[in-house]
């Protein structure tokens, strides 16, 4: 497949019309229409159901996308490395991540970098661990934060120097808002939304002695903030790390830490061998001096 005929893919994906995306590539619809049948008999299924008016992904056209989307990102990010002048230091960073108070270090990093080099940009991708490796593997992120206890054996990495706090995202008018810190018998019976990933379950279950999917769980979620609009509304208490709600001044919400305390190493972790651009390579320079 050539990345040429994957963009076209794309193009007719995003559209859902076949003349709007001939329109959008300057291609005539009997060319565009080819070469997609021509991707289909190469491929040997089909991408697309056909409509009297529009298209749409059929299962095996909604995994091209995805993987079309990784390969056009890549050959792209390629291409702009390689092309621009030596003297001139430009490009993006890619950057993936938790969401972890820690990212404050390397966001003052970027900051003094971009300070000295402006035409470097940065694109932040956030999820958890698993999605961010896959993503390091596949060459579309320079550095993952990695939080806790991820297997990084596969990688290079820097132990950043700060770590994150377990505990109870809840209203300041919630009966445990009077507590200084939340122990495991406080959650009995209480309405709880906690992530959905398996390390995060594992982890708190180990610090409740038992298994968390016993208490009462009312929500899962992957990124906090929508978590903590339902926490505000009453829905429940969140089980989060700290500062990553603003809970300060006029905030109805509070953080409760948890006891014994719970908190997490953090790591930025990159592919072994990896062969940086000269924007990633000084950001790397730049964290390891801050280390330092």
Same mark, same amino acid.
């Given at each position: ?48 159901? &056909? ?10 056209? @909604? *995994?091209?996308?995805?993987? !079309? +989307? #990784? =390969? ?38 970027? &900051? ?10 940065? @694109? *932040?991708?956030?999820?958890? !661990? +698993? #999605? =961010? ?38 209203? &300041? ?120």
């Amino acid at each position: 497949m050539e990345v040429r005929v994957l963009r076209y893919f794309l193009t007719i994906a995003r559209e859902g019309n076949i003349s709007a995306a001939a329109g959008a590539l300057h291609l005539s619809q009997p060319t565009l229409s080819r070469q997609i049948h021509e991707m289909e008999d190469q491929l040997g299924t089909q991408l697309f159901t &056909r409509g009297n008016r529009t298209i749409t992904l059929t299962e095996s056209g @909604r *995994l091209l996308r995805k993987r !079309a +989307e #990784e =390969i056009v990102s890549l050959v792209d990010r390629t291409e702009a490395e390689i092309t621009r002048p030596d003297e001139i230091v430009s490009g993006d960073i890619f950057i993936g991540g938790g969401e972890s108070d820690a990212m404050r270090l390397l966001a003052k990093i970027a &900051r003094d970098l971009q300070g000295d080099y402006p035409e470097i940009r940065y @694109r *932040l991708h956030s999820g958890n !661990a +698993e #999605e =961010i490796k896959e993503r390091l593997d596949k060459g579309l992120l320079d550095f993952g934060i990695l939080i806790g206890d991820t297997d990084i054996r596969t990688y290079d990495y820097l132990r950043l120097p700060a770590v994150d706090t377990w505990g109870l995202l809840l209203r &300041r008018d919630h009966p445990l808002a009077a507590k200084t810190a939340i122990a495991p018998e406080d959650l009995r019976g209480i309405p709880l939304l906690c992530s959905d990933q398996d390390r995060v379950t594992n982890l708190l279950s180990s610090w409740l002695g038992t298994d968390i999917t016993e208490c009462n769980i009312v929500a899962t979620y992957n990124l906090i903030y929508n978590a903590s609009v339902m926490v505000d509304e009453g829905l429940g208490c969140a089980m989060t790390l700290d500062k990553l709600i603003n809970t300060s001044g006029d905030s109805s919400l509070c953080f409760r830490p948890l006891e014994p305390r719970l908190t997490v190493s953090l790591n930025m972790v990159w592919k072994k061998y990896q062969v940086f651009s000269h924007a990633a390579e000084l950001f790397l320079t730049r964290v390891r001096h801050e280390l330092e």
